[in-house]
């Protein structure tokens, strides 16, 4: 459950606390927002409990989960957008888990990207715009951006070189193939596919699912 209540007298005092214990995120009109991505159900029922002159109202979890989540992509750094994101990533057994392990290790490259180029006014960092920048194509192509630090450019490449049957020398600058019958190109964006998957589709399930 999402919490939403109005500041009364007693919770602005205590509203510093809340921000330092990473519950109360964001404040707008009055209104506390509790993030309930990163938050514990009794945390938050703890927090409820203490300041009980809240006036709380319940929230479906996909609204709550896509407000908190613009939010994040929004305003946040990699490393909390990353938490986010894994924590919508369902728990896996068996041969599932080396896909959501390889999605993981995606996210830690190209998040901090996404994010340098939000904060340079280069990228709208929402839900839609994050599903087209994950895309193969585009990985490829800002693998290739020489406005980027060197570190990131060299941890994207390293992630392309570990997809079977990738070479750099495949694909122009662009992301766009090169024609070439002995390279199997749709084995090359099944595996990239198949490892985005893993944190896009519960992503996009938050955007157009029921």
Not at 45 to 52: L, P, T, V, W, Y
Not at 68 to 77: A, Q, T
Not at 84 to 111: D, N, Y
């Amino acid at each position: 459950v999402l919490f939403i209540g109005s500041l009364t007298e007693k919770n602005k005092k205590n509203e510093g606390e809340r921000k330092a214990n990473g519950v109360a995120e964001k404040e707008f009109d009055n209104i506390l927002f509790i993030n309930p991505i990163l938050e514990t159900k009794k945390k938050l029922e703890e927090e409820i409990a203490e300041e009980g002159d809240i006036e709380v109202v319940p929230f479906t979890p996909k609204m709550r989960h896509k407000i908190f989540l613009e939010m994040e992509f929004k305003e946040s750094g990699s490393k909390k957008i990353i938490a986010c994101l894994e924590a919508l990533m369902p728990e896996v057994k068996g041969s599932r888990k080396f896909w959501q392990e390889k999605a993981l290790e995606l996210l830690e490259m190209t998040i901090p990207i996404a994010v340098f180029k939000r904060d340079h006014g280069h990228f709208i960092f929402d839900i839609n715009g994050f599903h087209q920048f994950m895309l193969l194509e585009n990985i490829i192509r800002i693998s290739h951006d020489p406005t980027l630090p060197d570190d990131m450019v060299r941890e994207l490449g390293a992630y392309l070189m570990m997809i079977p049957g990738y070479q750099k020398a495949f694909f122009n600058n662009d992301g766009s193939f090169i024609e070439d019958k002995k390279v199997d190109y749709p084995s090359i964006r099944q595996f990239h596919n198949h490892v985005m998957m893993e944190f896009m589709k519960p992503l996009l399930l938050l955007e157009y699912g029921t």
